[in-house]
DNA sequence: AGAATAAATGTTACCGGTAACTCAACTCAT
DNA sequence: ATGAGTTGAGTTACCGGTAACATTTATTCT
């Protein structure tokens, strides 16, 4: 395809504006709106523009000029999850609607691998990123202070971020939860959760469920956290070892909606009632929940609205307007019958 | 920060080759391990490149040399999808093994929003784009052509592909779950889908379960295509729809798992068996089936391997190794008890 | 009408890397 | 020891836009 140094497709600004007759500059300045320009002179580069079906190179745009790229990378845990998938769509909606590009990364909850997709993105010079990592590595955080780049940390809740913080509060979550699952009269809570590697937020879900039974002098009375993803089939196994380990349990408190949709079918396969018998208590208002024919009891979480407000917020430090550096986002409890 | 040209972060490749007191161009070579370099010279250049936190800019690399960039567009239907989440993080993590950068959109199966969006990506030079669309617009077409860029449509199999296609055979899963279901000697057969906008691959499977029918006289009794996306309440809502329009339908065909997974709901809601009384078939092979009391009969479909695929064959082609233009990926009837 | 002002367009230099080429130093065979 | 071959490092030009400044043309005002 064309010699060492031939250019691959499209043709250049130059070859537009030459065959406009004008200089290059002014068709610069008409393809991006940019002062005045004649209605002749901006019809005459237009129609060349589309003769030749000109693409804008914006990588030499981003280089040439200091103007900081469209470029913006997110990283989360991970793709296949509808939560993350809600949150992600969101971002990358609205990041869109601003005509910034989104380059995404996953990082499985290890800081490292957040850490390496960090360095690769920082070499494309985005504009800002946006992190959902509950901890990072203390490269990651160098890295970042030297490059002074926006940053913004989704997901849980940073008190003292980086740069903002737009996230759920997991421990309040687990807390209230907690307290509602005990008002119900329960006696004997079990928590139920998947880490596969590091530690996501279910564990200040859990520890924030936990403050809520210590109140009242009580603490879960086992704990089950298998090395796996937050699964359905994680949460049918998981109870299957609670309930066989101690069968008093009455009540469980779930990493998430799937793993309590997961133990609602393993109580349900063993002729356990849900509420009755067991107690199940899940986090994040997933959609299965709303066909099952228990309302399952758990808390509903705004995942459009915590990534519109993230990118929102990216946007609004990329352009140095001023921004609140910590946004709740909202969740509330949703009562059920399941517990 | 910094005046209007001043740079933003970190240092540049001729302050590092300055400082190690070598010309820009040894450094570079030193970064890329190009050819040769006396151990003392990289050791002088890295010494620098740590200690004054040297990030390389790709976009000035990008620009400069005619080396294609390796950013990659990746555009799907939805981000909020266990399948497409799937597919995703797969081409994602193979792509990033192999160096590359994700840059994502979404189309929600318009082509227009595709063709917007590959404009926009476009002006990044990409090495190659994986599109999802099962149609393209003229204008994606044009341009795709006229940038002689590889591209990759995966999800759908397309038997004349742009360029290359990896993607399941969805008329043939329609096809084999219609022969299946007929087999168990259902009679009156129903469809139930969801589609919000332009109609993705359930439509297709759709017509191969049609042909099925077809091949034995039959047609499907009723079809509830809902404006919405597929998903649990979609199916319930779908179902109850089809079983008070046609009472004496005795099996249905699901656009998907969700679907079928909200019907079988609303069936139980009902008292009405799965299988005994009404026959349930979903597609995709989605792990809430794997807790269900029941198993599901459905299409299970490897999206790992598709998106591994896709990303493989397109860095083949990429850099010019020889690539297969057509992949079928693997789909597998499995039985399950609900038909 | 002619000067002052505003608007449209042109010129020049440069962003930070890399390809292609040139040059210097060193190895080795005759 | 001298010339050919090899290897490491330096020079130069350039990628395709855009900021800053210079210049021309149109408009307004006295």
Redesign the interface.
């Known amino acids: 395809?064309a010699g060492?140094?031939?250019?691959?497709?499209?043709s250049t600004l130059a070859e537009v504006a030459n065959a406009a007759g004008v200089s290059k500059m002014t068709a610069s300045r008409v393809l991006r709106n940019t002062s005045g320009s004649t209605e002749e002179t901006r019809d005459r580069v237009m129609r060349e523009v589309r003769r030749l079906?000109y693409?804008?190179?914006?990588?030499?745009a981003?280089?040439g000029s200091?103007q900081?790229?469209t470029?913006v990378g997110v990283c989360v845990p991970?793709?296949?999850?509808?939560l993350f998938?809600?949150v992600?769509?969101s971002i990358?909606?609205t990041l869109?609607n601003f005509g910034y590009?989104?380059?995404?990364?996953?990082h499985e909850q290890s800081p490292e691998a957040e850490e390496a997709w960090l360095?690769?993105?920082?070499?494309?010079?985005p504009a800002g990123v946006i992190l959902s990592g509950h901890t990072h590595t203390r490269g990651t955080i160098?890295?970042l202070r030297?490059?002074?780049?926006p940053v913004v940390e989704v997901w849980n809740l940073n008190t003292s971020p980086l740069d903002i913080s737009v996230g759920f509060n997991h421990f309040d979550c687990g807390h209230e939860m907690g307290r509602f699952v005990l008002s119900k009269g329960h006696q004997n809570i079990a928590y139920v959760g998947a880490e596969a590697g590091a530690a996501g937020m279910g564990k200040v879900r859990q520890e924030g469920f936990k403050a809520a039974l210590s109140d009242s002098g009580k603490d879960f009375v086992t704990e089950e956290v298998l090395v796996d993803r937050p699964?359905?089939?994680a949460?049918?196994y998981g109870t299957e070892n609670v309930l066989n380990r101690i069968s008093k349990v009455d009540a469980i408190y779930y990493q998430d909606d799937?793993m309590a949709?997961?133990g609602l079918?393993?109580c349900?396969?063993k002729g356990l009632k849900a509420a009755g018998d067991v107690g199940i208590a899940g986090w994040g208002g997933m959609?299965?929940a709303?066909?099952?024919?228990e309302r399952l009891t758990t808390t509903t979480v705004t995942t459009q609205a915590l990534g519109k407000t993230a990118a929102e917020s990216l946007v609004a430090r990329i352009r140095g307007e001023p921004v609140q550096d910590i946004t709740v986002a909202a969740t509330r409890l949703v009562p059920g019958n399941t517990v």
Chains 1, 2 share one sequence.
């Open positions: 395809m060492s140094r031939g250019k691959r497709g499209g079906g693409v804008p190179n914006r990588i030499a981003a280089f200091d900081i790229s470029l991970r793709l296949k999850s509808d998938g809600s992600l769509d990358n909606q869109s590009q989104t380059m995404i990364g996953t360095r690769a993105i920082l070499a494309w010079r160098e890295i030297a490059q002074s780049i699964n359905f089939y949460g049918f799937t949709v997961g079918f393993y349900k396969s959609e299965i709303s066909v099952l024919p």
